[in-house]
T-cell receptor, first 114, second 114 residues
Framework: GAGVSQTPSNKVTEKGKYVELRCDPISGHTALYWYRQSLGQGPEFLIY????????DSGLPNDRFFAVRPEGSVSTLKIQRTERGDSAVYLCASSLGTGNYEQYFGPGTRLTVT | QKEVEQDPGPLSVPEGAIVSLNCTYSNSAFQYFMWYRQYSRKGPELLMY????GNKEDGRFTAQVDKSSKYISLFIRDSQPSDSATYLCAMSEALTGGGNKLTFGTGTQLKVEL
């Protein structure tokens, strides 16, 4: 079946601009996670959704980052006033639900802020 | 000190060799232990996960957990050039809002040469 999909695969933006990154989880998966992977590092947790609500956003680095999942399926990560330090690969993962430990990752969106 | 430590390599082995990859951790709240494989410019792919101390085998892969030493390993038997990738260990802890946060090592870059 179809895995997690993310669009766009690459995004280049200028410092100070606003960007939106989209994630479409595996059908039937109610849990959705965003991670950020910097060059040469492992992914770092940003935010977790169970259904439509952000159940844990403790990994968001500051208030320029925000994510939504209005209908409990597709999620959008929004970054305002982008900075060069935001350049990274943004990964989305989904899981069957609370208590299920297997997270399946999408291919990521490579964000470059110039 | 990071919660999860992993030697970044690179590690280069001849085809057919046994590969040993390792991680140590410091957080006793970690419950599940995973290994992900990540090819260049792709998302992490879940290989195996374990809960308790001991060994778990799946084909050419064996995952080993020693909770008393806070040490996990992944062994790859009869390594193939197609195994060349970055291997990430990941540890799961429960989030207060439900769900599970993964904390990753930096990844070990493996190259299997003909």
């Amino acid at each position: 079946g179809a895995g997690v999909s993310q669009t766009p695969s690459n995004k280049v933006t200028e410092k100070g601009k606003y960007v939106e990154l989209r994630c479409d989880p595996i059908s039937g998966h109610t849990a959705l996670y965003w991670y950020r992977q910097s060059l040469g590092q492992g992914p770092e947790f940003l935010i977790y959704f169970q259904g439509t609500g952000a159940a844990d956003d403790s990994g968001l680095p500051n208030d320029r980052f925000f994510a939504v999942r209005p209908e409990g399926s597709v999620s959008t990560l929004k970054i305002q006033r982008t900075e060069r330090g935001d350049s990274a690969v943004y990964l989305c993962a989904s899981s069957l639900g609370t208590g299920n430990y297997e997270q399946y990752f999408g291919p990521g969106t490579r964000l470059t802020v110039t | 000190q990071k919660e999860v430590e992993q030697d970044p390599g690179p590690l280069s082995v001849p085809e057919g060799a046994i590969v040993s990859l390792n991680c140590t951790y410091s957080n006793s709240a970690f419950q599940y232990f995973m290994w992900y494989r990540q090819y260049s410019r792709k998302g992490p792919e879940l290989l195996m996960y374990t809960y308790s101390s001991g060994n778990k085998e799946d084909g050419r892969f064996t995952a080993q957990v020693d909770k008393s030493s806070k040490y996990i390993s992944l062994f790859i038997r009869d390594s193939q050039p197609s195994d060349s990738a970055t291997y990430l260990c990941a540890m799961s802890e429960a989030l207060t809002g439900g769900g599970n946060k993964l904390t990753f090592g930096t990844g070990t870059q493996l190259k299997v040469e003909l």
